[in-house]
């Protein structure tokens, strides 16, 4: 027997019961899809799925892609969507009954109904960073498997809340870092790992230096004035744990990454790419910087407030230095005594160029090797083995996004005990780790 058939203790009854009923029914003849022959994939061995924030009909919408790239995998279901505007939940409903030709997709304005259904083995998260520990801690409580986007979490207390509950129930958790699923950053990283530029002592990150500010429909507006909420859209469940303020057009869907209340802006979603890669590189998955100091641009706009122009420096115990910055090149470049590396997930370069020729040996250093992002989730659901961006990881690595916004704010050096995830003797510090969330909302 398959692991996948296997999958979920959560669908064992159900399977049990409709074998019996079956063995009265079944029909004389049976279409070989039924029976996962002729290349395809039986329905008791695929993986069912929700998707929670589906985002709109705007091409490169993550909801949407990250929908679309299960629908297009023979091993997986998908059977309801959930989104707190219904013209995105009726959107994406119709695309998935289009996909298989019926009406079976259920839809759900809040994700606890999603939740609850015992035959849904996987979901996938694409919400505001704001939201993502609450849906992700109730996912795991609800024994679902998880894939979410990056960042993981809208803090670093929240983030912990995570891991803890993904250790706590035994579920598998992906986060939707592909650059962990990239063979030029996986074989960039092994080179560092493996001594090619020699020692290496300083780590350069580039990430996008200004607010992305859209306005090109699909309820994607500028517009920061407050109006009436449109028809179909949830506001109050789409604030969920935010502060309570009035609506305007240009604070919800694309916009909200620029909004301090709902996200860290550029540094907290890119952090999640190559503030990984960085640490992927450094061999710091598992802790942190020990010092971190930086300085940025806080705009003055009525709604758009997060961070631009920046810079922060990170000190780690293991001798190393990354700089974060805004007008660096997007991408990685790890600086050694005997050369440099720099990737992307568009590129790949060094000097010597030499570097790049470089194989790596049966007996060195190899990174965990994922060709396949949502492939690599579904292969470990069913092997139940730690999936290539695991909580643990993620969490570690947007921290150093949400250290740096930290020192930013209040301007001066920063001491961090990573094994802690505390500051070190600095109560000011330690108050912006997190802030309340407005009820009925608690982790």
Known sequence: MSNRSNISRRRFLAKAAGTAVGAVAFPYFVPSSALGKAGTVAPSNRITMGSIGVGGKRPGGQGTADLQGFLGREDVQVVAVCDVDKIHRNWARDIVNEKYGSKDCSTYNDF???????????VSIVVPDHWHAIIGVAAARAGKDIFSQKPLAYSIPEGRAICDAVKRYGVIWQTGNSMRSSRNVRFACEL??????????????????????????????????PAAVPEGLDYDMWLGPAPWVAYSPGRCHWNFRWVND?????????????CDVAQWGMGTDLTGPIEIEGKGVFPTDSLFDTVENYRFDCMYAEGLTMIVAGPFKDGVRFEGSEGWIYVSHRELDAQPKSILDSVIGPDEIHLYKSNDHKGNFLDCI???????????????SVSVGHLGLIAIRLGRKLKWNPDKELFVNDSEADRLLSRPMRGPWHL
Request: aromatic share 4%.
């Open 382 to 396: 069913g092997t139940r083995s730690e999936a290539a961006s695991p909580a643990k990881i993620a969490q570690r």
């Open 112 to 122: 606890r109904q999603l939740l609850a259904r015992a035959d849904i083995d996987a």
């Open 192 to 225: 560092v790992q493996n001594g090619r530029i020699g020692k290496l002592h300083t780590v350069k990150v580039g990430l996008p230096n200004v607010n992305n500010i859209a306005g090109n429909g699909d309820r994607i507006s500028k517009n920061t004035q």
């Open 262 to 274: 709902y996200s860290g802006g550029q540094i907290t979603d890119w952090a999640g790419h190559y």
